[in-house]
């Protein structure tokens, strides 16, 4: 599925990318304003399509969808972002945007469309589609939050192995970066899925690597250099391009907040983009057509540019080339070595990096990779244009490709992952060791200096996302009870109702510890699962009996936790057609997880993240609550401002 969702992505764009092509292409003698016309029009009317369908049809369809992923199977729950509406508003939206020839790539939806697809799929149920398989037993296994979660990383690593061809990379990309949880079994269940998709992808389309280079077999110094260099700058560029991108997106949530403005500023940047690339190309010479590589192409010469037939514009074959040629074009093994000047790559990497920056966070549905890898393989081709590095001894396209690696890996932080994807996208070895090279080194300056690109939106979008290993230094001279929240609500186990209502409508609180007569933690209940009994016990006479007509219960009106308030609002309205109390014994988690309040807080953060919950209570020496510790009491910035009154006494 993920396979097939990719291949009707890049299709889809492809073909708008070839008829805008094609239309410039038929009015190419025709008045400048015309050209002109022709080449705005097209752009500008995707991109009303592609940011209607975001800021309309699903607002949470916006972006790559990566840091979405990545929360998500860190822990957090995030509504709506897996559902059948999203995948629906971020495939249009995805292929219009590629298809406007705007410094973007599909690959970060395809990867969220593929979650999509097995989080669905595991399910039998859609609340957009409004169905459930309440009678097919089948799906009820897979509807743990831990098969939930494997599945869905069998997806995200599906979605990568049908956007880059890269079965290997898929599985090592999800161990590396997405997946905060793994375990061995996954391995062969998740490479399985990946072949598949791979293997889909080749027989519907017949491509084999997306960017195939020959072996190249020289390997010398200049090589070796060139990583390092590329290693640097594009390390200091990705830290550059992420805090750019940062600081834009905060302006943006300040001053755009109007869905009218969202799309306006769409408009406004897709015209801006218009004008720039069609102009840019006019201020740089032409060259003698070449005859073999991809520049030998008749549909990347624009005549408009070039007075003599003989020539074209190589500035301009990059500008007007959407998606996958823009690398294509920069890393072809057959394009003359000295075809790109050091002005055309200049321009080219101010105009496109600049807009690659300033796209994401706008109502678009788009990824990065390819912006990434344009960037990096043009600072290489830049690179290679310096005297030092002789052609004979080194191919400006293994210097490019070691560029676009390493700005992919200063902009993610992959590594192993990366390099095996960079590997399966050349289907070259030769360059494996430059590769490792540049991205170790463009790596380490960019940890250095800033956190990754992902996770740095992961914070634009405040999703308590929890790191492995320490999150603060000597978290372990603190203990639980500095960082707990106190006083703690909770229930008896025969509540009253007025007591519960009163709870759900003035605290915001997802879970309650129940207590029994003589104050001793009895377990958990969920703010959902108040709600859905409250609701039963309105609408039904008969009260539930037991744990599995509560579960027959959630399997059937499972649709109404997407409406929690208005079941709330509707029970307050017909409280006095509720009972007087509510027997929580039958329905709550006899068994919640908890820890003393002298723990050690580094153990408590290592248990609350590697057992993935939700809630941690805790408890005194004597076996009393006395707390309760969530995801968001363990982000790095809470538990630094709550520790800042011991850190005097620590010091001391």
Same mark, same amino acid.
């Given at each position: 599925?993920?396979?097939?969702?990719?291949?009707?992505?890049?299709?889809?764009?492809?073909?708008?990318?070839?008829?805008?092509?094609?239309?410039?292409?038929?009015?190419?003698?025709?008045?400048?304003?015309?050209?002109?016309?022709?080449?705005? +029009?097209?752009?500008?009317?995707?991109?009303?399509?592609?940011?209607?369908?975001?800021?309309?049809?699903q607002?949470c369809a916006?972006?790559?969808? #990566?840091?979405?992923?990545?929360?998500?199977l860190?822990?957090?729950?995030?509504?709506?972002?897996?559902?059948?509406?999203?995948? =629906?508003?971020k495939?249009?939206?995805?292929c219009?945007?590629?298809?406007?020839? #705007?410094?973007?790539?599909?690959?970060?939806?395809?990867?969220?469309m593929?979650?999509?697809?097995?989080?669905?799929?595991?399910?039998?149920?859609?609340?957009?589609?409004?169905?459930?398989?309440?009678?097919?037993?089948?799906?009820?296994?897979?509807?743990?939050?831990r098969?939930?979660?494997?599945?869905?990383?069998?997806?995200?690593?599906?979605?990568?192995?049908?956007?880059?061809?890269?079965?290997?990379?898929?599985?090592?990309?999800? #161990?590396?970066?997405?997946?905060?949880?793994?375990?061995?079994?996954?391995?062969?269940?998740?490479?399985?899925?990946?072949?598949?998709?791979a293997?889909?992808?080749?027989?519907?389309?017949?491509?084999?690597?997306?960017?195939?280079?020959?072996e190249?077999?020289?390997?010398n110094?200049?090589?070796?250099?060139?990583?390092?260099?590329?290693?640097?700058?594009?390390?200091l560029?990705?830290?550059?391009?992420?805090?750019?991108?940062v600081?834009?997106?905060?302006?943006?949530?300040?001053?755009?907040?109007?869905?009218?403005?969202? =799309?306006?500023?769409?408009?406004?940047?897709?015209?801006m983009?218009?004008?720039?690339?069609?102009?840019?190309?006019?201020?740089?010479? +032409?060259?003698? =057509?070449?005859?073999?590589?991809?520049?030998?192409?008749?549909?990347?010469?624009?005549?408009?540019?070039?007075?003599?037939?003989?020539?074209?514009s190589?500035?301009g074959?990059?500008?007007?080339?959407?998606?996958?040629?823009?690398?294509?074009?920069?890393?072809?093994?057959?394009?003359?070595?000295?075809?790109?000047?050091?002005?055309?790559?200049?321009?080219?990497?101010?105009?496109?990096?600049?807009?690659?920056?300033?796209?994401?966070?706008?109502?678009?549905?788009?990824?990065?990779?390819?912006?990434?890898?344009? =960037?990096?393989?043009?600072?290489?081709?830049?690179?290679?244009?310096?005297?030092?590095?002789?052609?004979?001894?080194?191919?400006?396209?293994?210097?490019?490709?070691?560029?676009?690696?390493?700005?992919?890996?200063?902009?993610?932080?992959?590594?192993?992952?990366l390099?095996?994807?960079?590997?399966?996208?050349?289907?070259?070895?030769?360059t494996?060791?430059?590769?490792?090279?540049?991205?170790?080194?463009?790596?380490?300056?960019?940890?250095?200096?800033a956190?990754?690109?992902?996770?740095?939106?992961?914070?634009?979008?405040?999703?308590?996302?929890?790191?492995?290993?320490?999150?603060?230094?000597?978290?372990?001279?603190?203990?639980a009870r500095?960082?707990?929240?106190?006083?703690?609500?909770?229930?008896?186990?025969?509540?009253?109702?007025?007591?519960?209502?009163?709870?759900?409508?003035t605290?915001?609180?997802?879970?309650?510890?129940?207590?029994?007569?003589?104050?001793?933690?009895?377990?958990?209940?969920?703010?959902?699962q108040?709600?859905?009994?409250?609701?039963?016990?309105?609408?039904?006479?008969?009260?539930?009996? +037991?744990?599995?007509?509560?579960?027959?219960?959630?399997a059937?009106?499972?649709?109404?936790?997407?409406?929690?308030?208005?079941?709330?609002?509707?029970?307050?309205?017909?409280?006095?057609?509720?009972?007087a109390?509510?027997?929580?014994?039958?329905?709550?988690?006899?068994?919640?997880?908890?820890?003393?309040?002298?723990?050690?807080?580094?153990?408590?953060y290592?248990?609350?993240?590697?057992?993935?919950?939700?809630?941690?209570?805790?408890?005194?020496?004597?076996?009393?609550?006395?707390?309760?510790?969530?995801?968001?009491?363990?982000?790095?910035?809470?538990?630094?401002?709550?520790?800042?009154?011991?850190?005097?006494?620590?010091?001391?």
């Amino acid at each position: 599925l993920a396979g097939v969702i990719a291949v009707s992505v890049v299709a889809l764009s492809s073909y708008f990318c070839k008829q805008r092509s094609a239309l410039l292409h038929q009015v190419a003698h025709h008045p400048l304003w015309a050209i002109l016309l022709v080449h705005t +029009c097209p752009t500008t009317l995707l991109l009303l399509v592609a940011s209607l369908s975001i800021v309309y049809l699903q607002p949470c369809a916006v972006g790559s969808g #990566m840091p979405e992923v990545m929360a998500y199977l860190n822990g957090i729950r995030l509504p709506e972002v897996f559902n059948m509406r999203t995948l =629906i508003a971020k495939f249009l939206s995805c292929c219009c945007v590629v298809g406007s020839g #705007m410094a973007v790539g599909p690959e970060g939806p395809i990867i969220h469309m593929g979650a999509m697809a097995a989080a669905g799929v595991s399910q039998g149920r859609s609340r957009t589609l409004g169905f459930t398989s309440t009678r097919i037993s089948f799906f009820d296994h897979f509807r743990s939050r831990r098969n939930h979660r494997d599945f869905l990383c069998g997806g995200a690593a599906a979605g990568v192995a049908a956007a880059f061809h890269a079965p290997i990379g898929g599985v090592l990309f999800v #161990m590396e970066e997405v997946a905060s949880f793994w375990e061995h079994r996954l391995m062969w269940r998740i490479f399985l899925g990946c072949i598949g998709a791979a293997l889909i992808q080749t027989l519907l389309t017949g491509q084999g690597p997306l960017f195939h280079q020959r072996e190249y077999h020289t390997l010398n110094w200049q090589p070796c250099f060139a990583s390092v260099v590329l290693g640097v700058g594009c390390g200091l560029g990705a830290v550059v391009f992420t805090w750019v991108n940062v600081k834009v997106n905060l302006l943006r949530r300040r001053y755009l907040t109007h869905p009218l403005l969202r =799309i306006a500023e769409v408009l406004v940047l897709g015209l801006m983009w218009s004008l720039l690339t069609f102009f840019l190309p006019f201020f740089t010479p +032409c060259r003698p =057509i070449p005859t073999t590589g991809v520049l030998a192409d008749p549909a990347r010469h624009f005549e408009f540019y070039c007075p003599d037939k003989q020539q074209f514009s190589p500035l301009g074959a990059l500008t007007l080339t959407c998606g996958e040629g823009v690398v294509e074009t920069l890393l072809d093994f057959d394009t003359p070595f000295d075809m790109f000047a050091p002005l055309d790559l200049v321009l080219f990497l101010g105009a496109y990096g600049g807009f690659a920056c300033l796209l994401p966070g706008t109502a678009l549905a788009s990824g990065l990779v390819i912006p990434m890898l344009a =960037i990096g393989a043009a600072s290489g081709r830049l690179l290679a244009t310096w005297p030092l590095f002789k052609p004979e001894l080194i191919h400006p396209g293994i210097i490019a490709l070691v560029g676009g690696a390493a700005f992919f890996g200063g902009v993610s932080r992959l590594t192993v992952s990366l390099t095996v994807i960079m590997i399966e996208l050349a289907g070259s070895l030769s360059t494996l060791v430059p590769l490792m090279l540049a991205i170790l080194v463009a790596k380490w300056i960019a940890d250095s200096l800033a956190h990754s690109f992902y996770h740095s939106h992961m914070s634009l979008k405040c999703f308590p996302f929890l790191d492995i290993g320490a999150a603060l230094p000597k978290m372990e001279c603190f203990a639980a009870r500095d960082v707990m929240e106190a006083p703690v609500w909770t229930l008896p186990s025969d509540a009253p109702v007025t007591m519960i209502l009163d709870l759900l409508d003035t605290t915001s609180h997802n879970g309650f510890p129940v207590l029994n007569r003589c104050g001793a933690l009895q377990g958990l209940v969920l703010r959902e699962q108040l709600l859905l009994l409250l609701w039963d016990r309105l609408h039904s006479p008969k009260p539930l009996t +037991c744990w599995e007509d509560y579960r027959r219960l959630e399997a059937t009106h499972w649709q109404r936790f997407r409406h929690l308030d208005k079941v709330l609002a509707e029970l307050i309205t017909n409280q006095a057609a509720l009972p007087a109390t509510l027997d929580l014994r039958l329905f709550i988690e006899t068994s919640p997880h908890t820890v003393l309040a002298n723990c050690s807080l580094k153990d408590t953060y290592t248990v609350f993240r590697s057992l993935e919950l939700r809630h941690l209570i805790v408890l005194d020496t004597s076996g009393r609550t006395v707390g309760m510790i969530t995801r968001k009491d363990l982000l790095p910035s809470v538990m630094a401002e709550r520790l800042e009154s011991a850190l005097p006494s620590e010091r001391e």
